[in-house]
């Protein structure tokens, strides 16, 4: 017989799972009804519309799981902004200590893991760009950042 403690975990992981088809079911329940009240008024105020023409604008999720932090071009204007005001090198880790403050998102481990992919990212584009630059290595392998 299998291990308990195996069990339990997976006991435990279905449940989670089968929540989370329960959680998106209603979801889109709601959703298309909104929809529906949407493609409704649309007809009321364009009454030729041909609403199958209308294309479905696409949702990005993070690697998380969690919507998307920024906006678009948000983090890049965010990192530049925060170069500027330091006015010296500054640590990537620091760089997003300063987002999540600026943000005011909650300083989980989650949110931390997400950000770093996204500021990171960021950090790279703008460094091929030629906006920002290594500074040189700070604690460890940490890259400080600079404006170019």
């Known amino acids: 017989m299998a291990e308990s ?34 493609d409704a008024t649309l007809k009321l105020f364009a009454p030729e519309i041909d609403l199958r023409s209308l294309g479905a604008k ?13 906006k678009p071009g948000e983090s890049h204007r965010l990192i530049l902004d925060l170069l500027r005001e ?24 989650d949110v931390r893991m997400t950000l770093q992919r996204t500021i990171s990212g960021s950090l790279r584009r703008l460094e091929r760009r030629e906006m920002v630059r290594h500074a040189g290595a700070g604690k ?5 950042w600079e404006i170019a």
């Open 140 to 144: 460890g392998r940490a890259l400080t």
């Open 86 to 109: 330091a006015g010296r090198p500054v640590l990537t880790a620091d760089i997003l200590s300063r987002v999540i403050d600026r943000k005011g998102l909650d300083d989980t481990q």
């Open 58 to 70: 696409r949702v990005r999720k993070s690697i998380m799981g969690g919507f998307k932090f920024f």
């Open 5 to 38: 403690h195996v069990v339990s975990a997976l006991v435990t992981k279905r449940s989670e799972l089968a929540g989370m088809i329960q959680f998106h079911r209603i979801e889109i329940e709601r959703v298309g009804a909104d929809l529906k009240h949407l």
